[in-house]
């Protein structure tokens, strides 16, 4: 989960919105609602990070599976469920990952969780009770991973991540007996874990560290072949978390969560006190739609819009921004750009929010000074609104 948000208005893109913009979102260090404070803001063009193409989402196909799922449905179905999530969701997952992600799981292994989210909070809380009080993360990484696991009492040490992802020396020299990973496609940098640092990564698992593997949108490639999950090379030090956020919308709050074998009792009782589990009939709904190949076709489908946004974007930095440097375009729903002036990041999200142009500072997700930059999500948004959010950024960036 990477702070990814949604949100949008009917405003001119010209014209500013509201003059307490910056003070409210941007003007200070991001607290524990900075991502619902910057929600709420209208913006006409909206290039927040980690959202999927919403208005693709297979509603026909869903109204299908559904009343297929409703007519088959017993009464006794709409009781209480396996707060691990249902047999059928849980089967279909597993196949999902075998099928596209390499990851062999048995399904009573798998835990249906409300979202990446809740995965990490569960985690949090199994391993705070084990004894951690510290989970090390990639730096930058996801502000959002760090504001729930902060929640939970639990310090994020920062590791830095350089052009093969993850610094596993650092992560050594660090001490701490866990860490969080985005490894498909590192957040925000787009990095790839490459294949001497994962090794180099297990060897620490083994020496006794635990991964926590955040597969948030390894679905989505474009430019290279599929980079195989963590869990696929050392169960027994991985925990293993994904949903379908990127791959068909958040608001569907559903998910998985995969952990080692002494994990498991902890984690399914900390899901039971949550919630005592997800809601059962779109966990229904979703199997059928993974079962039947719905789901595939539809991400097939997803994945040649998302091409030409991002290719939309990449034209658009290119003509309005050449200075600035891409990073992550292979993978992924959005763009990192960076530059080598001093720009303050915050005070051109700032700047082009009150332009009407919503986007994330790089310095949100890191924990230590670095290059100034913007995280810029392509899925949501249309072609030309892309090219035209780009020029407002690079009209706003010239003039800082």
Known sequence: MSGRLGGGSVR?????????????????????????ALRGVPARIDLSPGVPDLAAFPRAAWLRAERAVLRTLAASDFGYGDPRGTPALRHAVAHWLARNRGVRVDPDDVVIVAGVAQALGLLAQVLGRDGVTEIAVEDPGSLGARQHLR?????????????????????RSGGAPAVLVTPAHQFPTGVVLGGARRRELMRWA?????VIEDDYDAEHRYDRPPVPALRAMLPERVCYAGS????????????????????????????RYADLGNAVLPQLVLAA?????????????????????????IEAIARHLPGAVVHGAAAGLHLLITFDDSVSDT????????????????????????????????????PTDIAEGVAVIADVHRQS
């Open 244 to 271: 379908v956020s990127k791959v068909l919308a958040p608001a569907l709050r559903v998910g998985w969560l995969i952990v080692p074998t002494a994990y498991q009792n902890s984690v399914i009782e900390a899901k």
């Open 289 to 313: 739609m993974m079962g039947s190949g719905e789901l595939e076709r539809h991400l097939r489908f997803a994945r040649r819009r998302h091409r030409r946004r991002r290719d939309a974007m």
């Open 347 to 382: 005070d051109l999200a700032a700047a082009a929010l009150l332009r009407g142009v919503k986007t994330q500072p790089l310095s949100w997700h890191g924990q230590r000074p670095g290059p100034p930059g913007l995280v810029l999500g392509y899925g949501a948004s249309a």
């Open 206 to 210: 083994e020496d006794g560290g635990l």
């Open 12 to 36: 001119s893109v010209g014209d500013p919105v509201d003059d307490s913009v910056d003070d409210t979102v941007f003007a200070r260090p991001p607290e524990a609602d900075a991502f619902d």
């Open 151 to 171: 929640n939970w009492d639990l310090g994020t040490p920062p590791v830095p991540v350089d052009g093969e992802g993850i610094r596993v020396d650092e992560l």
